[in-house]
């Protein structure tokens, strides 16, 4: 697993587990746009930190589940950082292009 910087308004798509930050310039509502998909089975999950803490945790996928779209809205001060974490603990999730997932942060909600 690699840490990514995300570029702000840009979908940064990524084929494997992955964790994705950005640090905001500006005070504001800001939100984060997520699609995952991955190969079932798997127990693929996503968790939004902000400055290190969770502010949301989706539930692991069911065994037939294909896809995740998420939006999630964050309050944020210049500096804060957020991360997107996609994890699994499934071996089969650990292999490349078996998960694919897109995040995109913008200003607003």
């Not at 990524?14 to 994705?20: A, K, R, S, V």
């Not at 803490?53 to 692991?60: E, I, L």
């Not at 309050?75 to 997107?84: K, L």
Request: charged share 5%.
């Amino acid at each position: 697993m690699s840490v990514n910087n995300l570029v702000y308004s840009k979908p940064y798509v990524d084929n494997q587990l992955d964790t994705f930050n950005y640090t905001i310039a500006s005070a504001g509502m800001h939100s984060v746009y997520i699609t995952l998909t991955a190969v079932p089975p798997t127990s693929a999950q996503v968790q939004i930190t902000q400055n290190s803490t969770p502010v949301y945790t989706s539930t692991a996928f069911s065994a037939t589940q294909q896809n995740l779209q998420l939006k999630f809205t964050l309050n944020c001060a210049v500096s804060d950082v957020i991360s997107v974490i996609v994890s699994s603990s499934a071996a089969i999730d650990q292999m490349p292009n078996n998960i694919k997932s897109t995040v995109t942060l913008t200003a607003g909600i």
